[in-house]
């Protein structure tokens, strides 16, 4: 079982940081465990634009990326839980998703094998999001980046959670289903992948 956590928010202790440590409760109550990588702590480049995957499906820019690139590849379920700013992804997680169009260039430009440890479009991506506002239109934007982020990855988008009105510190937590909700989904995500008797 692979399951890598990413914490897309720039606030430390913010409301998506406690949606996905309810989500991995609830991996741990299954017997899972996953690899938590916080995003603020990573130094990632804004893609530029430069056109040097087109041809190998390689990024040419050298930061963290790197490291996050290997653990896409061997992850069998990638959790991201990030909130909406201006209604899409907040900098730091859109920087990373852009970074990723290696991998569209690999599957669709050259139509190669993702090179992953799972077999082929076996992976599943998962959102839990949150904003502020309460409004219908929210999180169209960011699942709409979120499905085309993991097709990419060639994952499926299995999941998502996403809670409006949800805008200072700790408000999810006050919220009457949230966090019952993500660590319920990460019992069920990590029943799935635990070997079969
Ligand atoms: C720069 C910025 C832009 C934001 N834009 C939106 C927005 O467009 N829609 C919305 O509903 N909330 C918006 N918010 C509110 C956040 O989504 C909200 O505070 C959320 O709870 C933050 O989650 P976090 O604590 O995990 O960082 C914005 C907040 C910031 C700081």
Redo the contacts with the bound molecule.
């Keep these: 079982m692979n399951i890598t956590a990413i914490y897309g ?3 430390a202790g ?4 406690s949606l996905m440590r309810a989500f991995l409760s609830g991996v741990r109550s299954a017997g899972g465990k996953a690899r938590e990588l916080y995003l603020r702590n990573f130094r990632v480049y804004p893609c530029t634009e430069c056109g040097g995957c087109d041809q190998t499906g390689c990024c040419v820019l050298q930061d963290d990326m790197e490291v996050l690139y290997s653990y896409f590849q061997e992850s069998d379920v990638l959790v991201l ?1 990030a ?5 899409g992804f ?1 900098a730091m997680t859109k920087a990373m998703i852009d970074r990723c169009q290696c991998f569209w260039v690999r599957k669709y430009r050259l139509k190669q094998d993702m090179h992953t440890e799972r077999p082929s479009g076996s992976g599943r991506g998962i959102l839990l999001s ?4 309460g ?1 219908s239109r ?1 999180f169209e934007g960011v699942l709409l980046s979120a499905r085309y982020f993991f097709d990419a990855l060639d994952m499926s988008f299995a999941h998502h959670l996403t809670y ?1 009105s ?4 700790g ?2 937590l006050r919220h009457p289903t949230a966090c019952a909700e993500a660590e319920s989904l990460g019992r069920k995500v990590a029943s799935e992948l635990q070997p079969k008797a």
């Design positions: 928010s720039p606030r913010g409301n998506t940081d839980a909130p909406v700013f201006f209604y907040g949150v904003g502020g506002s409004g929210t409006g949800v805008d200072e510190a408000a999810i």
